[in-house]
């Protein structure tokens, strides 16, 4: 059931990495080395009100500067799905899935979940859209995308998890513990390498990134939780995208080409294709209205810090 992946991947994005960023800390955490800009950066978290909050600002080839204990256990929530979703597109290029096979209700397949946009609700499995008519967003989606993993491997879709994305990234730290859609749990030291993998991807092939971080069904209307109504509300195969939505998460000088997640308990990743960043962050603070400037406030200072 091998897909063609080169289809639907759009115009291939160029990826490039700042000339100026070099790196600040390959190996460890807290290097008083750092950058001083992207330190000062940094240090705008200290005012968030979280107990905890570490971030990683990460190039392709090294960690460039980081704040907070990147060793800590934190919950992922729904930082989850882009890794669940890596699962899928190394099980779509080994020809176990296909994109375009039937999953979740009449009409849908792989890639409407992967995109809410197969008209499943935030939670429970009787659809309230038919597929491709609005961008729903789905715990419920990814839950039956977990179910799909771990019924082709005949493993627990931990493991298969674990075996297809954790291990082969040194992700020694982060394991799925709860549902597919928002269970793992883990450190920022993992998340800095899962972002470096987003960068230059070494577990599938650079069309088959491209074509999650291109958008999917184009022109669907939906609500991006916390932060509203998005007309349209694009969305990529398991992976948001900024193009040209205000307000967002991300900073105001983010590329469009910008894409990633959000989880309900404070945390993000983000990965700008275009500068040759990501961002990474956990928290013990869940997501609620200060992140509607902090986030996006932490985003810019970093992007400009790296110019």
């Known amino acids: 059931m091998r897909d063609s992946l080169a289809v639907r991947t759009g115009e291939s994005r160029a990826r490039r990495t700042t000339a100026a960023l070099q790196p600040a800390c390959s190996t460890g955490w807290h290097d008083p080395s750092m950058h001083g800009s992207i330190a000062d950066a940094l240090g705008a978290t200290r005012d968030w009100g979280a107990g905890h909050a570490a971030l990683a600002v990460v190039g392709p080839d090294a960690v460039l500067g980081t704040i907070g204990d990147g060793a800590r256990d934190l919950p992922w929530a729904s930082v989850t799905k882009p890794v669940v979703a890596y699962a899928v597109l190394r099980a779509v290029e080994q020809g176990s899935v296909s994109l375009d096979e039937p999953l979740g ?39 039956l995308l977990g179910q799909l993993l771990a019924n082709r491997a005949r493993l627990p879709v931990a493991q298969v998890v674990e075996q297809e994305v954790l291990g082969p990234l040194g992700m020694t730290h982060t394991r799925l513990v709860g549902r597919p859609a928002a269970g793992m749990h ?14 230059r991807p070494t577990l599938v092939s ?62 993000f990743l983000w990965v700008d294709p275009v500068v040759g960043i990501a961002l990474a962050c956990l928290t013990d603070r869940p997501f609620g209205p200060w992140v509607l400037e902090a986030w996006p406030a932490v985003a810019d200072a970093v992007l400009a810090a790296v110019d």
Request: proline share 10%; aromatic share 10%.
């Open 105 to 143: 209700p009449p009409g849908s397949t792989v890639r409407h979940l992967l995109a809410h946009a197969s008209g499943l609700p935030p939670e429970g499995t009787t659809p309230i859209s038919a597929p491709e008519r609005t961008r729903i967003y789905s715990n419920a989606g990814f839950d």
């Open 186 to 199: 883990g450190s920022l030291e993992d998340l800095a390498r899962f972002a470096r993998e987003l960068l």
């Open 206 to 267: 650079t069309a088959t990134l491209e074509l999650a971080t291109t958008l999917a069904f184009p022109g669907l209307a939906g609500v991006l939780p916390g932060f509203g109504r998005y007309e349209p509300l694009d969305w990529g195969l398991g992976y948001e995208l900024r193009d040209a939505k205000q307000p967002h998460w991300t900073g105001t000088a983010n590329s469009p080409e910008t894409f990633g997640h959000f989880g309900a308990s404070g945390t």
